[in-house]
C-alpha cells in the first residue's frame, strides 16, 4: 500500500525555521519526483514546489513565494524527502502535504498543520 | 509563469444535473492538466490527468476535455457525493499552477 507520511508541524514564530518531513512505503522512492503543496485554513492549493529524482540531478523548483525561503532535500536511503523553510512569514500558515507526480500512481499525504505565529 | 482560472468560481446544481467547470491557461500547455476533487475536510484526490484520462476508480460520469489553453470538466449527472470544490492544474513547466478552485453544491 502506497503511503506519504508528513510529521514536523507545529506552531513557530515569524523569522523562524522548521523542517517538514515526507516519509514513503508502498512505491519505489528513489525513482520517483516529489511535490510539495500547501492549502492555508478555507484557501485553495498552492503548489510549493518539488524535488526530482537523482536520475534527474534532484532538481528542484519553488514558487516565487518561497523562493531563496524553502529548501528541498531527500534521502533516498531512508524513504524520506524533507522541506526546510526558513525565515517564516504568517501567511506561511498552512496544511503542508507532500505527493507524487500527476499520472496513474498519483498519491497525496494527509498534511502536516505548519502555523506562523507571535 | 502560466496563470490558471477558473469559471465559475462556485455553482449550484440539482442531481442528476449535468455540469461544466472550465479552467484557462495563460498560454498553452498542451494537454498537461489535471482535475482535482476536494470534499470538504479531505485530502485533494485527482479525478482526471492529461486533460482527459481518468484515475483509476473515478466514476464515468466524471470526464475531462480539452488542449492548450481552454480545458473542460464534466459531470455527467451530479451526485450527493459530488459535493465539493474542484480544482485545475497544470503540470507542463514549473510552477505547477492550480486554478482558484471551483465550488460545487446540491441545490
Known amino acids: 500500500e502506497v503511503q506519504l507520511v508528513e510529521s514536523g508541524g507545529g506552531l513557530v514564530q515569524p523569522g523562524g525555521s522548521l523542517k517538514l518531513s515526507c516519509a514513503a512505503s508502498g512505491f519505489t522512492f528513489s525513482a520517483s519526483d516529489i511535490y510539495w503543496v500547501r492549502q492555508a485554513s478555507g484557501k485553495g492549493l498552492e503548489w510549493v514546489g518539488q524535488i526530482r529524482t537523482k536520475a534527474n540531478s534532484y532538481a528542484t523548483a519553488y514558487a516565487a513565494s518561497v523562493k531563496g525561503r524553502f529548501t528541498f532535500s531527500r534521502d533516498d536511503s531512508k524513504n524520506t524527502a524533507y522541506l526546510q523553510m526558513n525565515s517564516l512569514k504568517i501567511e506561511d500558515t498552512a496544511v503542508y502535504y507532500c505527493?507524487?507526480?500527476?499520472?496513474?500512481?498519483?498519491?497525496w499525504g494527509q498534511g502536516t498543520l505548519v502555523t506562523v505565529s507571535s | 509563469d502560466i496563470q490558471m482560472t477558473q469559471s465559475p468560481s462556485s455553482l449550484s446544481a440539482s442531481v442528476g444535473d449535468r455540469v461544466t467547470i472550465t479552467c484557462r491557461a495563460s498560454q498553452g500547455i498542451s494537454h498537461y492538466l489535471a482535475w482535482y476533487q476536494q470534499r470538504p475536510g479531505k485530502v485533494p484526490k485527482l479525478l482526471i490527468y492529461a486533460a482527459s484520462t481518468l484515475q483509476s476508480g473515478v466514476p464515468s460520469r466524471f470526464s475531462g476535455s480539452g488542449s492548450g489553453t481552454d480545458f473542460t470538466l464534466t459531470i455527467s449527472s451530479l451526485q450527493p457525493e459530488d459535493v465539493a470544490t474542484y480544482y485545475c492544474?497544470?503540470?507542463?513547466?514549473?510552477?505547477?499552477?492550480f486554478g482558484p478552485g471551483t465550488k460545487v453544491d446540491i441545490k
Open positions: 505527493t507524487r507526480p500527476v499520472g496513474p500512481s498519483h498519491y
Open positions: 492544474q497544470t503540470y507542463d513547466w514549473a510552477p505547477f499552477t
